[in-house]
């Protein structure tokens, strides 16, 4: 079975300071790992993803992320962040597949990042 | 707009009342996903199709819950005798199965029981 633990339910911060996103997982298997974004009144997004390589990936809006298997931690980092960025964030992670494909995904309870002016 | 599509985007029902909830992928993904999403939480997932086939479903899918993906396009999600509890945020997300794993979710269908 697999856990995802997003240790801060929120995140205040001013706009054009740095952030980040703290996020650990549990799993026996190998896994992929997502971060989706949630805009008010909107669906997920996808912000980025760590398949396999390089364990810093690169998402849109500026963010990023890096993949640490000794700590199986996955956090989210952003060297500035803007007005626009205020929303829930989900980190996410999923078993690799028999065929190497994702299956379903195991949420945390996500981080509502707010930033002020 | 992710390009997946999910009808009626708002229900009020009464207890014990069936709702059915209309999924429509992306056209080219095979693999089709519900979650469910209640307030503070993040989405659960409670079953997935590809194609046709429906090849997961969650403990957390009761006899009351059923899906279906009769032609391997749209799907539905059915509760039956509703009750408060089922009160959420029902979420579809559809992907290629081989080779790309994103995800993409439709806008959800936000269930109110009363």
């Known amino acids: 079975a697999q856990s995802v633990t997003q240790l801060d339910s929120q995140v205040p911060v001013f706009e054009e300071a740095p952030v980040e996103l703290r996020c650990n997982y549990s799993?026996?298997?190998?896994?992929?790992l997502f971060w989706y974004v949630q805009y008010p009144n909107q669906g997920l997004q996808l912000l980025l993803k760590?398949?396999?390589?390089?364990?810093l990936v690169k998402g849109i809006n500026g963010f990023e992320a890096e993949f640490n298997k000794s700590q199986t931690s996955f956090h989210l980092r952003k060297p500035s962040v803007h007005i626009s960025d205020t929303a829930e964030y989900f980190c996410?992670?999923?078993?690799?597949?028999?065929?190497?494909?994702?299956?379903?995904?195991?949420f945390g309870t996500g981080t509502r990042l707010q930033v002020m002016l | 707009d992710t390009g997946v599509s999910q009808d009626p985007r708002h229900k009020i029902t009464k207890r014990g009342q069936n709702v059915t909830f209309r999924c429509d992928p992306i056209?080219?993904?095979?693999?089709l996903y519900w979650y469910r999403q209640t307030l503070g939480q993040g989405p659960e997932f409670l079953t997935y199709?590809?194609?046709?086939?429906?090849?997961?479903k969650s403990r957390l899918l009761s006899d009351r819950f059923s899906a279906e993906r009769p032609k391997g396009s749209f799907s539905t999600l059915e509760i039956q005798r509703t009750e408060q509890g089922d009160s959420a945020m029902y979420l579809c997300?559809?992907?290629?199965?081989?080779?790309?794993?994103?995800?993409?979710f439709g806008p959800g269908t936000r269930l109110t029981v009363l």
């Open positions: 997300a559809t992907n290629q199965g081989a080779d790309y794993n994103e995800q993409f």
């Open positions: 760590y398949l396999s390589g390089s364990t």
């Open positions: 199709f590809q194609n046709e086939a429906q090849l997961e």
């Open positions: 996410a992670v999923s078993d690799r597949g028999d065929t190497g494909t994702a299956s379903k995904l195991t």
């Open positions: 056209s080219e993904h095979n693999r």
């Open positions: 799993s026996s298997v190998s896994v992929y």
